[in-house]
């Protein structure tokens, strides 16, 4: 394709974008498709000869967009919703046509420069301590996904407690209520599974600070070594805060890592009046938040900081022949490569960067809002409802509830609504019980369409 064609093919593509965007509350938001049924639709072998881009535009269109889930659908509320937004999309659409790999920063400059400085930014945005900034020993970098930067964190953490010398005498210790990502990455880290202890949880879901303190005590007495500590800001189920403060003063004790996962829950904190999210952050050694969940920047953009950026440099560090330069030698740049798990990295502070300056930092915080105002009128909802009654206290954009007449009533109100085609709702169990959450989030929900929920939980509870 050449630079001409690529001009009235893209301006094509970013015309379909639009109306798909356009017109996404008319889709339905699950597709009605089979297993093997979008595979049935494709020719078996590829086409010998190119085709002309009209061809694969409409395929998009007649058998791609068809069969997605549309997390855009502003009646998406399952799971945490993944937000877009056009200025994000199109930072990606650049970030792909610069075709650059910022793995070093001698491999293009402006990938590295540009994603640290708007990691500061963020920072400042969010109201995270200054720890957290690259003037000093640490700084941010943008990952892939929460799991891989708590992965990057659990790695560090590891070898900082001596690594695999001593490794079956290192202990992780994370809630119950954490995501699962963090029972993965401490398995992919080398650990084996009776070496990472759950914590319980008190009656909000949170972790309950003083039964880690009992068993890290009861670890040390034993003679083992607890390295890492997550705590978790905004659980996956039901949006609880674990007190930070409290764990972060357990683990400074006996010198474990503390890593808080604040993957949906952090964007929250552009806004002044959601900060307390933030208590303890001071004394953590890592921090990540996804603002590919509520900041309307799409996948894949996971925002991860560290205090200090050493150990996981020491722990991700190898230089082969072929990646020496000059610039690396001289000690006055970052190379990202060495604060993730690949080597290649995308461009993606340029999303991130458009979207900051699209919306301002005063536009992040009205998405927010406009959310946690939603999500609150629709706990009053279900809260003044004889069949429903909350399950978890609401968090944020989050409420969770059941219904009343247990676990197969709370299981057919979810099917009932997701059946309406107006709302997709994905469940948890909470104290071994069936639980229906709403996380209010997608770019596109607006007060009207909670409402229409709420009406919809009336009609159907
Ligand atoms: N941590 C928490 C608290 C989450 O809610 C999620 C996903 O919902 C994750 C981690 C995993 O996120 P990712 O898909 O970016 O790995």
Redesign the pocket.
């Known amino acids: 394709m050449t630079p001409e064609a690529f001009r009235v093919a893209g301006r094509a593509t970013v015309d379909w974008i639009a109306d798909f965007l356009a017109d996404i509350g008319d889709r339905p938001i699950v597709p009605p498709v089979a297993p093997g049924d979008v595979r049935a639709s494709l020719p078996a072998s590829p086409p010998l000869e190119g085709e002309p881009y009209t061809a694969l535009l409409d395929d998009v269109d007649r058998l791609i967009a068809p069969a997605i889930t549309q997390w855009q659908h502003p009646g998406f509320y399952g799971?945490?919703p993944a937000n877009s937004s056009p200025p994000a999309v199109l930072g990606e659409l650049l970030s792909a046509g610069l075709g650059a790999n910022g793995m070093l920063w001698s491999t293009s400059p402006a990938c590295t420069e540009l994603e640290t400085h708007v990691l500061d930014w963020l920072a400042e945005a969010c109201g995270l301590p200054d720890r957290f900034r690259s003037d000093g020993p640490g700084g941010g970098v943008i990952q892939d996904?929460?799991?891989s930067a708590s992965l990057c964190a659990v790695v560090a953490a590891r070898d900082r407690s001596g690594g695999a010398a001593v490794l079956p005498d290192l202990r992780v210790y994370t809630s119950a209520q954490a995501?699962s990502?963090i029972e993965k990455d401490v398995l992919v880290a080398g650990f084996a599974r009776d070496q990472l202890r759950a914590v319980p949880v008190d009656d909000t879901y949170a972790m309950d600070a003083e039964a880690l303190a009992a068993l890290v005590a009861t670890d040390v007495a034993d003679g083992l070594v607890p390295c890492l500590v997550v705590a978790?800001v905004?659980?996956?189920s039901s949006g609880a805060v674990d007190p930070v403060p409290r764990i972060a003063e357990v683990a400074a004790e006996v010198g474990a890592w503390v890593h808080v996962?604040a993957?949906?829950a952090g964007s929250a904190t552009v806004c002044p009046e959601h900060r307390h999210l933030l208590d303890g952050l001071d004394r953590v050694d890592s921090y990540l938040f996804?603002p590919h969940k509520w900041l309307l920047t799409n996948f894949d953009c996971?925002a991860f900081y560290v205090a200090d950026a050493a150990p996981l440099v020491s722990a991700l560090s190898i230089v082969p022949e072929y990646l020496r330069n000059e610039a690396s030698e001289s000690g006055q740049v970052i190379d990202y490569r060495d604060w993730q798990i690949p080597l290649g990295r995308r461009f993606r502070a340029l999303k991130l960067w458009f979207v900051m300056r699209s919306y301002g930092v005063e536009g992040l915080r009205a998405h927010i809002r406009a959310h946690v105002a939603a999500a609150g009128m629709l706990a009053d909802r279900v809260a003044a409802h004889p069949g429903l009654v909350h399950a978890a206290p609401p968090s944020l954009g989050l409420v969770c509830f059941r219904h009343v007449d247990g676990d197969e009533a709370s299981k057919r109100l979810l099917e009932a609504m997701n059946a309406t085609g107006e709302a997709f709702l994905t469940h948890t169990l909470l104290s071994d019980r069936y639980v229906l959450r709403v996380a209010v989030g997608g770019t596109w929900t607006t007060a009207a369409h909670v409402e229409r929920l709420a009406d919809l939980l009336d009609e159907l509870a």
């Open positions: 799971f945490f996904t929460a799991s995501h990502s978790t905004g659980t996956t996962d993957a949906w996804n996971s």
